[in-house]
T-cell receptor, first 120, second 112 residues
Framework: NAGVTQTPKFQVLKTGQSMTLQCAQD?????MYWYRQDPGMGLRLIYY???????DKGEVPNGYNVSRLNKREFSLRLESAAPSQTSVYFC???????????????????FGAGSRLTVL | SQKIEQNSEALNIQEGKTATLTCNYT??????LQWYRQDPGRGPVFLLL?????KEKRKERLKVTFDTTLKQSLFHITASQPADSATYLC???????????FGTGTRLLVSP
């Protein structure tokens, strides 16, 4: 049971290049999220998808696009990368289920391991 | 605007002591509040959730309180261990939430 898988784990881009971060989940969850994490800024929501076929902007959507390809996959695309997009990106899912410790259906997020992106 | 505040300075404590981390929020009326743990180089992991009608929640050595009047949650780790060293994030949620927004987190360092 892999949970939430992100690829790639590391990427270095030059300014102006494009790339897509991939996220896949095997948890059968409806909602998926993309966050970025920067020192001192915490986790900031870029985009989310409440269900297959829908996407909505979060706090910091500028410079990004997303695609909810199917229930399992939610990709984040940088069309023209900028140094300000250097960050660690996390994908997450939200759904019901047994999370252990007596919790179930608790609307919690399960995160991937992160993708570290550097834009030169 | 909505704001979530956690102490940005690291909390250093000695093994065996109780660690207390604070989460304050403004312009929220959360129905729930969640706490997550994040280790370096990894994604956050869910720890505890507390509902607005619950004053306190416990899980092993962890305890969370939720004061909707003060707009504050406290997260306690009793008998702390070096393995508890990590960053702890809080996230208040409204009912029917879609956007889950996090505080910046507080780094806890437990020394032997």
């Amino acid at each position: 049971n892999a949970g939430v898988t992100q690829t790639p784990k590391f990427q270095v881009l030059k300014t102006g290049q494009s790339m897509t971060l991939q996220c896949a989940q095997d948890m059968n969850h409806n909602s998926m999220y993309w966050y970025r994490q920067d020192p001192g800024m915490g986790l900031r929501l870029i985009y989310y998808s409440a269900s297959e076929g829908t996407t909505d902007k979060g706090e910091v959507p500028n410079g990004y696009n997303v695609s909810r390809l199917n229930k399992r996959e939610f990709s984040l695309r940088l069309e023209s990368a900028a140094p300000s997009q250097t960050s660690v990106y996390f994908c997450a899912t939200r759904g019901t289920g047994d999370l252990g410790g007596g919790f179930s259906g608790a609307n919690v997020l399960t995160f991937g391991a992160g993708s570290r992106l550097t834009v030169l | 605007s909505q704001k979530i505040e956690q102490n940005s300075e690291a909390l250093n404590i000695q093994e065996g002591k109780t660690a207390t981390l604070t989460c304050n929020y403004t312009n929220y009326s959360p129905a729930y509040l969640q706490w997550y743990r994040q280790d370096p180089g990894r994604g956050p992991v869910f720890l505890l959730l507390i509902r607005e009608n619950e004053k306190e929640k416990r899980k092993e050595r962890l305890k969370v309180t939720f004061d909707t009047t003060l707009k504050q949650s406290l997260f306690h780790i009793t008998a702390s261990q070096p393995a508890d060293s990590a960053t702890y994030l809080c996230a208040p949620l409204n009912t029917g939430f879609q956007k889950l927004v996090f505080g910046t987190g507080t780094r806890l360092l437990v020394s032997p």
